[in-house]
Each structure stands twice: as structure tokens, then as C-alpha cells.
């Protein structure tokens, strides 16, 4: 999250009247940023990671493990921490910050200052999120741990799952059923995001997970721990007039999705038009890293038959009209629009001659007065489309305080409607007066239990990032296909039971390609081309110059032809001359580099660990999980996750990430 303005939010009634001039000051601002950044060029790789954690609180005598509901005290404190190491430090920006997330039991941390592209930083990622982890530890309550999980097994199950308990029937903004008020940040933000959007929506949210059905299950699977017959709300009546599905695990509030922990990499570009590219790269990527981190499977004190949280999440803000999702003609609203705003890219947008036309072919509204204002500007087609596709959604909250902005000196308006898109991929402008550049953010992959696999995952995907600039690698496919990706990527153990869409032959010009220098606008540094062997480079570089068009005519096969579905070993590790696998192109990369045989040794523990993942010699975090629930003493093979169970998992979760309990099924042994 970004810094949370102070102020009187407007409920839904009031706010939607001033949504037409959010989006103009909106576009207003984001064309400041353009004009002032457009040509910015030369920015050296800057990558950061955030981590989200939920807090844990241990009732040891009555074998409970419950969400401890002291964020505002916990961030106070750490914030006061943080501080006073940062006053000692002769480098303060190397203290980590720690910041609010959704639920009331969250944390968010990134480092204090991203990193660079040396070595040296990236092989210290492990230790800032460990050092992290431990500031997190060492200033909460004795009987309180922070976790990263993805999904808390048993948010609102009845019963009690907080510390302090409350009950749901107070669940004013959500109306949920299960979930109290106090599940939520009480900065007035967050209840006032969950009430607009539900409000906008005319009626709650709706999650149906499907349920895994085991020997035991009783089926039809109808849920006992559904209050069908509460009436308390004017909503309570939505569960038994269809919106929970029978043999599903149902859930109705925007907790359920916002409350889950996710790891996210924002990488800084040279320049904007590289930002492009990476984005594009990335959006086939996205469903891949989140199967191989799938980490949730465990829902509402049920398992669920997926993995994921990704659907959970887009469901749970889903604020789209009835009109919207088409179950209605259009007459209040202007579009049919078919996701979430919490869901996957929807369009590729960078002008290189490798993103064909074909590529975007599903259907992406976007609002036609902006695209033209846009494109007035002088902003090329596809920018104006992205920028005016997310602009067809309402601002949810609007603080009466900051309705009128200096939009030369202000980006608010434009980060509200940006930053209530969320996405696999986001391309983020430079903010207003700061020294950062054009961004990208990575935002697929689930939270993993130890800091030993955050550090890998995200690793990996910083390698993968420059070896597809360097290789200038082309990993377009049709987004439909990417869209079927993040289908089947949730879908229990996807990692070995599905097959994916993949681009056929990734390098563009018919074979290996490696950009020997940077781009000429740009002051990056530049790699030597002499005869003899590649001079090896020091630093993760930025800037490669883009595989030109051919001159002599290319010929494109049809899209069809480019791709196929493969399994995740056969696009991970190869499968012919033209696809190597994305191991070899970053072992490739990896070679390209100066770099001594120790660091090499490090990074390759943490490629082992993901080769190993998709190798399936060790189990994702989300088969880990579920198959410790099903080997617990006190399963019954009925589907359902007790207290006791989820006492002991979070024990062992504790345990396995403290390093005193190994998993060699799931984690290398540490010897
Ligand atoms: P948000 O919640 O909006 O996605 P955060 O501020 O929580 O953003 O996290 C942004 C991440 O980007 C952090 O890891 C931070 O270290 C990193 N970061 C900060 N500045 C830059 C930069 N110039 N380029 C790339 N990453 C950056
Ligand atoms: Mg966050
Ligand atoms: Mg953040
Ligand atoms: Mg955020
Ligand atoms: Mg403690
Ligand atoms: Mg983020």
C-alpha cells in the first residue's frame, strides 16, 4: 500500500458523483507525468521486494492459533524501532519499513531501500527479509509470531479465530457472515473500500471455492457453518438465495481475499519504453510463478481443491454491477466488462514490433473519451488503451479533503483508479518530484513460508527478467492463453497436473541473440564489444538494446503456430532447439556475468530449490500443506481443517522456518 491519506471518505452515493472527476484529473496527471518522464532514459536496475506477513497469536493451553488483531499497536511500535535504528545508522535508507496492509493481523515490509544490480545485493536478499522477519518477531508479544502465509487456514470459521474475539454480527461495512468489523484496518480506507464495494456491486461479494471432497465428505457437501438462517442484515438472505454454492466453500466479504499475504518484485527500468517490454514479458510468466508458489489451500476452516489465492482475491472486490457482469442490458453503466478488478492482464502494450495486433484478443473495454484525450497527446495506441482500460472503474474511495488537486504537482487521482487495478503485472509511472523512475511490478506469486524460498522465488524471477532483456527474448502468446494459464495454474498441484500455453521458440531472430551494448540515448553502463569472449559484466545491467526488425522482411507464422501447451518441467527445462527452457536462459545469463564460484554456489541453491519445485522431488508449499492436514492424527477425511489441526500446522510452519524442523519433502536439507 502507499501512504495512506487522512481524511473523510465519502460513502458510495456521495463518492461515484465525483468519479468523472477523479478520472479527468486522473488522465490529467498521468499526461504530467508523461510529458515531464516520457524521454527519461538511463535508469540502472533498482528491484525491491514487499513481504506481507499475518500475526499469529498462540493459545498453547487451549491449542488454538488465532489472528492477534494488534497491527496498529505492532506498526507503532515497529515504526518507533525503526526509527531509532535508523538514527544510529550512518546509511539510514538500510532499515526496512514497515507498513499497514488490509487485515487488521497484517503487515507489509520491503527493504528500506531497493536494491541495485550488483551481486552483492542480490545475494542479501535472503538475509534483509530474515532480518526483517526478526525485527517483526522480536517487538511482538511472547505468544504472537509472524507468519507468511498465504491464506490463514481458519479466518472465519465460528468459533474464535481472533485475539481479541469479536463477533461477526457487527460486520457493518462487509456484512459478511463470518467476519468481524475488527478483521479490517481501522484506517477509514479500508472499511470504507469494503462497504463502496459492496455497495457499487448491490449486493456482497461472492466467493465459492470448490471443496475438496475426501473419503469422509458428506456430499452433497450443504455447510454447517453457514448461518443460513441469520437475520440480521438486509444481505443475510444472499447465502441461501444462491450465492453459496453447494459442495463450495463460500465466502462473502472482502477480508477473505485482501486478508491473504502475497510477495511481490517491482523492478525499475531504464526507460519507458523497456518497461514495456518487460511488462509484456512478464504477463505470460505470471501464472507460471503462481503454480509453482501455490501456497493456499486451506480456506475458511475447510481444503479447498485449489491452490491458490488468486480467484479468492478477484472475487472478493469484485464491485461490478450486475449490468457489468452481463446478467443485466446495459442502462446505469457504460460497459460489460468481463473480470474483476482484481485480476489478470488484459493487454500487452509495448510498441515493439514482436507484440502483434493478434496477441490482444480478448475483449478489454476501455473508455473512448479518454483513449482520444490520450491519444490527442500524442500517446501511441497501445498506452492510450491500457491507461484508458483501467480508467473504465470507479475511484471506491474518495476523502473529500483531496477532490481538488493540483494535478502539476499531484498524482493522487491517477494512483486512485491505478492502484484499485489490481493486476499480474503493473506498470508504474514515476511518481510525482521523486527521483524514480518507470517501474514494473511482479505480482503473482504466493508468499511462501520461509524466507529461504521468498529470497528464491524472487531471485529467480530477477534473473529471468534480465536474461529476457538480454536474450531479448519473445514470449508473446494470445492473452486468452495466458488467461487459460492462470486457470488451470490454481488448480490442485498444477505443477504436475497441468499442462500450460507456451511460446514455441522464444528468440526472435532464430536463434541466441545476446545485446552486447545498451541502447544509444542511454548512459547505462556499456559492455564491452571486442573480438575474443563477451567481456563478463559485474552488475544485473538494465538497458539492452531491443532485436531490431529484421530488414529483409520477417516472415510471422500464424499465432497459432507459436505456440503449444507443454508440462511445467518441459517450459521450465526445455524441450527443443528453439525452447531451451527458461533454467537454460538464465543459466546462460548467469554465465554472462562476473562472478565468483561462491556466489555462483549460492545462487544455484536458490535455482535448485525452484528446479526442485517444478521437478516435483519437492512438494509446493500448498501440497506440503495440505498433505500435512491429511496425515494429522485428528483428520477425519471430512474435508474440514479443526482447531487443532491448524494449532499444529502453524507449530510446524513455525518450526520448519526457524530451521528447527526439517521437511525434506518439501524444503533441501540443510546439513
Ligand atoms: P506498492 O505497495 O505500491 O506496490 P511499495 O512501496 O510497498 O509499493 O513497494 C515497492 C517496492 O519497490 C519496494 O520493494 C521498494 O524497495 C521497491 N522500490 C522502491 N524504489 C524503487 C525504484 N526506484 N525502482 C524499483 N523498485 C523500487
Ligand atoms: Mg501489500
Ligand atoms: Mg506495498
Ligand atoms: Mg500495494
Ligand atoms: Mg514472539
Ligand atoms: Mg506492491
Redesign the pocket.
Known sequence: ??LLSLGTPLAWDDAKQYADHVRAHGVTQFLNIWDRLKDRCGDEL?????IEYMVVSFDDEGKNARLSLRQTEILAKLNAITDDIASDRSDPASVPTF?PEYGRFML?S??G??YTGSLTDLLSVESDMRYRRRLARKYLKDNEIPFTLTSFPRLGVPGIFTEPHYDPANAVSSRSLFLPEEITNPHARFPTLTANIRRRRGSKVVINLPLFIDRNTPRPFVDPTIPWQRDIYPEDPEAKRGAALIDHIYMDAMGFGMGCSCL?I???SCNVSEARRLYDALVPIAPLMLALTAASPLWRGYIADVDCRWDVISASVDDRTEEERGLKPLKENRFRIPKSRYGSVSLYISEHWTNRPEYNDIYAPYDQAIFGRLCDHGIDDQLAKHISHLFIRDPIVIFSETIEQDDATSNDHFENIQ?TNWQTIRFKPPPVNSP??W?V?FRSMEVQMTDFENAAFSVFVVLLSRAILSFNLNLYMPISKVDENMVRAQKRDAVRSQKFFFRKDVFPLGGWSSASSSCSSCSSPVGETTDGPPKKEKKLRNCYPSAPRPQNGYLHVPVEDEYEEMTMEEIMFGKCNSFPGLFSLVYEYLDSLDISDDERERLDGYLDLVKRRTNGSLKTAATWIRDFVRTHPTYKFDSVVNQEINYDLMVAVDQIERGVRQAPDFMPLKL
Open positions: 500500500m502507499g533498482l528491484w525491491g521486494d514487499e507498513h507489509e520491503t527493504p531501500s531497493p511481490q517491482t523492478f525499475q492502484s524514480i523512475g517501474r511490478e
